[in-house]
């Protein structure tokens, strides 16, 4: 299975919202895609249709690098931030249903 809608709420990143929810899409989710169903226009959300995940990440100077220049250098991006990179371990899955 793979994520196929994505709403955002606020996106604060350099990475344009399509683009974003397109490489959300190329995320692999390891579930058994046989025990669910597919979800009918204007049908309810529920435990046999959906699977619902919440990424929340904030970017953030570290604060012993207030004022420094940013670097190009991709590997030294997490000596400037905090969270200078998001992972699929960081969507949370939030349950629906029963």
Not at 39 to 68: D, I, W
Request: charged content about 25%; some cysteine; proline content about 5%.
């Amino acid at each position: 299975m793979a994520i196929e809608k994505v709403g955002m709420w606020q996106n604060t990143s350099v990475i344009p919202d399509e683009n974003l929810a397109h490489r959300m899409g190329l995320i692999p989710i390891d579930v058994d895609a046989t025990k669910f169903d597919f979800r009918q226009p204007g049908e309810e959300e529920s435990e046999t249709n959906c699977l619902k995940f919440k990424l929340h990440a904030v970017c953030s100077k570290k604060e012993a690098c207030v004022g420094e220049a940013p670097l190009n250098n991709t590997q030294d991006e997490e000596k400037l931030y905090n969270n200078a990179n998001v992972m699929s371990g960081d969507l949370q899955w939030i349950p629906v249903g029963n």
